[in-house]
């Protein structure tokens, strides 16, 4: 069973930078990608980023490109998802989750999932 913990999050103003860390625990963690997603209020869960298991080719999906940065430090098993110039709507509750292998930007291919953090993006 692959666990993901969150951590991160919270209230910045516009303009302003947050980091998201996933600490992923379990066996054969090689094997996982890891994606972000988030879900903003009245509206459907969306993918932000991934980043793949053993080659980490990683890429962004919507509002994560140009803004947002993955990065996964193998050694400790955490992918941090690097947020900056945030805006009002990056508020959202994040996640993040793990599938075998490759990249998906869709969250029903995910098969486990950390518990949300809220982002609020608000002066």
């Known amino acids: 069973q692959v666990q993901l913990v969150k951590s991160g999050g919270g209230l910045v103003q516009p303009g302003g930078s947050l980091r998201l860390s996933c600490a992923v625990s379990?066996?054969?963690?090689?094997?996982?990608?890891i994606g972000w997603f988030r879900q903003a209020p009245g509206k459907e869960r969306e993918g932000v980023s991934c980043i793949n298991s053993r080659d980490n080719r990683f890429r962004y999906i919507g509002a994560g490109e140009g803004r947002f940065t993955i990065s996964r430090d193998k050694a400790k098993n955490i992918v941090n998802l690097q947020m900056n110039s945030l805006k009002p709507e990056d508020t959202a509750v994040y996640y993040c989750?793990?599938?075998?292998?490759?990249?998906?930007?869709?969250?029903?291919?995910?098969?486990?999932w950390g518990q949300g953090t809220s982002v609020t993006v608000s002066s």
């Open positions: 379990g066996p054969r963690l090689d094997y996982y990608a």
């Open positions: 989750a793990a599938r075998t292998n490759y990249c998906s930007g869709y969250d029903q291919d995910y098969t486990y």
